[in-house]
């Protein structure tokens, strides 16, 4: 194959002054990170609370949990991308959404890019939770309602720490993938590791350093990711249960 390899571009200075394309490698891991961790943060916090409002007896929390978990899920992520970066700010008040339009614009495209990150992600978390509580065998709910808890102290302190040892394996996926699906954000000019990667192609005309070092970057992730996860897992399983010894 005639092609011209070139480890050592990653040296070299960058177009812009400002540092070598090393640098601009490591600053899109490091944007990939971020956003990555603060939009799973909102994932999970937001899908653990939407999961209990699908199984709960009350059918009007539980209507609109499920209302939220079919929109969210059922948008394309691209789409939802668009809407919360072009769409959200001309339905926000005028002074806010021009605030938001003057920002700084990594700022206007990591907050948009951490939400829909966020929201989309948290869709499925919540059906992970949900299937982790209806698991779970029911005598264990009246039990707990037996010994004079109420509903909310029920799931506190006997459904939800059962049902999220259960649905750890499922959770460590749903991680894995927004740290993937933070390169759809490169769409809005986030420059995130994918993107950083394109634009070295274009200013050096070298794809297969380029990619390659953006291979390893995510293989790197999430390795680390399955191996921190692996050990929650084992820390928390329970005897008997999925995964249980």
């Given at each position: 194959?005639?092609?011209?390899?070139?480890?050592?571009?990653?040296?070299?200075?960058s177009?812009?002054?400002?540092?070598?394309?090393?640098?601009?490698?490591?600053?899109?891991?490091?944007?990939?990170?971020?956003?990555?961790?603060?939009?799973?943060?909102?994932?999970?916090?937001?899908?653990?609370?939407?999961?209990?409002?699908?199984?709960?007896?009350?059918k009007?929390?539980?209507?609109?949990a499920?209302?939220?978990?079919?929109?969210?899920?059922?948008?394309?992520?691209?789409?939802?991308?668009?809407?919360?970066?072009?769409v959200?700010?001309?339905?926000?008040?005028?002074?806010?959404?021009?605030?938001f339009?003057?920002?700084?614009?990594?700022?206007?495209?990591?907050?948009?890019?951490?939400?829909?990150?966020g929201?989309?992600?948290?869709?499925?978390?919540?059906?992970?939770?949900?299937?982790?509580?209806?698991?779970?065998?029911?005598?264990?709910?009246?039990?707990?309602?037996?010994?004079?808890?109420?509903?909310?102290q029920?799931?506190?302190?006997?459904?939800?720490?059962?049902?999220?040892?259960?649905?750890?394996?499922?959770?460590?996926?749903?991680?894995?993938?927004?740290?993937?699906?933070?390169?759809?954000?490169?769409?809005?000019?986030?420059?995130?590791?994918?993107?950083?990667?394109?634009?070295?192609?274009?200013?050096?005309a070298?794809?297969?350093?380029?990619?390659?070092a953006?291979?390893?970057?995510?293989?790197?992730?999430?390795?680390?990711?399955?191996?921190?996860m692996?050990?929650?897992?084992?820390?928390?399983?329970?005897?008997?249960?999925?995964?249980?010894?």
């Open positions: 194959m005639a092609y011209n390899w070139n480890w050592e571009v990653f040296l070299q200075p177009a812009t002054g400002s540092g070598t394309y090393f640098d601009w490698m490591v600053y899109g891991f490091k944007t990939t990170i971020g956003l990555s961790l603060t939009a799973w943060l909102i994932a999970l916090l937001l899908g653990a609370l939407v999961g209990v409002l699908r199984t709960v007896p009350n009007l929390l539980s209507g609109i499920a209302a939220y978990v079919e929109v969210f899920r059922n948008i394309p992520l691209l789409v939802q991308l668009f809407l919360w970066y072009f959200l700010p001309e339905l926000l008040p005028t002074e806010l959404g021009n605030a339009k003057q920002s700084n614009p990594f700022v206007q495209q990591f907050l948009s890019s951490m939400l829909c990150l929201l989309f992600t948290s869709a499925r978390v919540a059906e992970q939770v949900r299937s982790g509580i209806e698991s779970l065998p029911r005598g264990q709910k009246n039990a707990g309602l037996a010994i004079g808890f109420t509903l909310p029920t799931y506190r302190y006997v459904l939800l720490p059962m049902a999220f040892r259960l649905v750890v394996p499922p959770l460590t996926s749903e991680f894995l993938n927004i740290f993937k699906n933070s390169a759809v954000c490169s769409t809005i000019g986030l420059l995130e590791l994918a993107a950083q990667g394109r634009q070295l192609v274009d200013y050096t070298q794809p297969y350093e380029s990619f390659i953006v291979t390893l970057a995510y293989v790197v992730i999430n390795v680390t990711v399955m191996v921190l692996r050990r929650v897992e084992a820390r928390v399983r329970v005897p008997g249960f999925i995964g249980g010894k």
